[in-house]
T-cell receptor
Framework: GDSVTQMEGPVTLSEEAFLTINCTYTATGYPSLFWYVQYPGEGLQLLLK?????DKGSNKGFEATYRKETTSFHLEKGSVQVSDSAVYFCALSDRGSQGNLIFGKGTKLSVKP | KAGVTQTPRYLIKTRGQQVTLSCSPI?????VSWYQQTPGQGLQFLFEYFSETQRNKGNFPGRFSGRQFSNSRSEMNVSTLELGDSALYLC??????????????FGDGTRLSIL
C-alpha cells in the first residue's frame, strides 16, 4: 500500500542554519503531497502542498518540490528561526482514496538561538 | 472564518467505558476525517465522512465508529475503551468534492486518556 518515509529526528539547528527534512513516498496512483507542521499542544497546520510532478510548494520561507523520478518531497528552508521549532509531517493523498492522508512518522525540529 | 472545532479538548475515561468526541468543520466543508495520533504508531487514519456517508475507512476495529450530520458536524464514538486507545484524536475538514485532493484543515484535537 501507499506509504511515506521521512527522516527521523530530532533535528537540532542553530538559528539561521539551513534546513532539509527528507521525505520519500510509495504510491500506486498519482498522489498529492503535503507538509504539515504541529506546534506543541496544537493540531496540524498545512505548511505547503504540491499536486503534480515538478510542482514546487512554498510558504513562510519553506519549499518542497514534487520529484516523481525520485519519489521525493524534501522540505527545505534557507534560514530557520526559533519559532520554526515544531514537528513536521510529510503526507500524501491518493486520488483513489480521498479524505485519507497517509503520514510519515514526523520529524521534530528544535532551533536554538 | 472559524477553524475546525473539536470538543472536548481533554477527556479521562476508564477501561470498558465508551466515549463520544465531536467535531465542527469549517463552514462550507463537507468532508470530515478522523485520525488517531500516538507516540508509537504516529498518525493513523480512522474514517472519513462526506455528505453524511462514510466514504473511507482505515484499519481500526469496529469499536471505533462515527457519523456525520446534515450540517456536516461529525461525532466519533469509541466503545469498550482499552488502555491502548489513549491518544490524541484529530479531526480534519475539507471541501471534499469528488475528484479533488484539497488540503485538509485540522482541529486542535481531543486528548483522550484511559485509566
Amino acid at each position: 500500500g501507499d506509504s511515506v518515509t521521512q527522516m527521523e529526528g530530532p533535528v537540532t539547528l542553530s538559528e539561521e542554519a539551513f534546513l532539509t527534512i527528507n521525505c520519500t513516498y510509495t504510491a500506486t496512483g498519482y498522489p498529492s503531497l503535503f507538509w504539515y507542521v504541529q506546534y506543541p499542544g496544537e493540531g496540524l497546520q498545512l505548511l505547503l502542498k504540491a499536486t503534480k510532478a515538478d510542482d514546487k510548494g512554498s510558504n513562510k520561507g519553506f519549499e518542497a518540490t514534487y520529484r516523481k523520478e525520485t519519489t521525493s518531497f524534501h522540505l527545505e528552508k534557507g534560514s530557520v528561526q526559533v519559532s520554526d521549532s515544531a514537528v513536521y509531517f510529510c503526507a500524501l493523498s491518493d486520488r483513489g482514496s480521498q479524505g485519507n492522508l497517509i503520514f510519515g512518522k514526523g520529524t521534530k525540529l528544535s532551533v536554538k538561538p | 472564518k472559524a477553524g475546525v472545532t473539536q470538543t472536548p479538548r481533554y477527556l479521562i475515561k476508564t477501561r470498558g467505558q465508551q466515549v463520544t468526541l465531536s467535531c465542527s468543520p469549517i463552514s462550507g466543508h463537507r468532508s470530515v476525517s478522523w485520525y488517531q495520533q500516538t507516540p508509537g504508531q504516529g498518525l493513523q487514519f480512522l474514517f472519513e465522512y462526506f455528505s453524511e456517508t462514510q466514504r473511507n475507512k482505515g484499519n481500526f476495529p469496529g469499536r471505533f465508529s462515527g457519523r456525520q450530520f446534515s450540517n456536516s458536524r461529525s461525532e466519533m464514538n469509541v466503545s469498550t475503551l482499552e488502555l491502548g486507545d489513549s491518544a490524541l484524536y484529530l479531526c480534519a475538514s475539507s471541501q471534499g468534492g469528488t475528484g479533488t485532493n484539497q488540503p485538509q484543515h485540522f482541529g486542535d484535537g481531543t486528548r483522550l486518556s484511559i485509566l
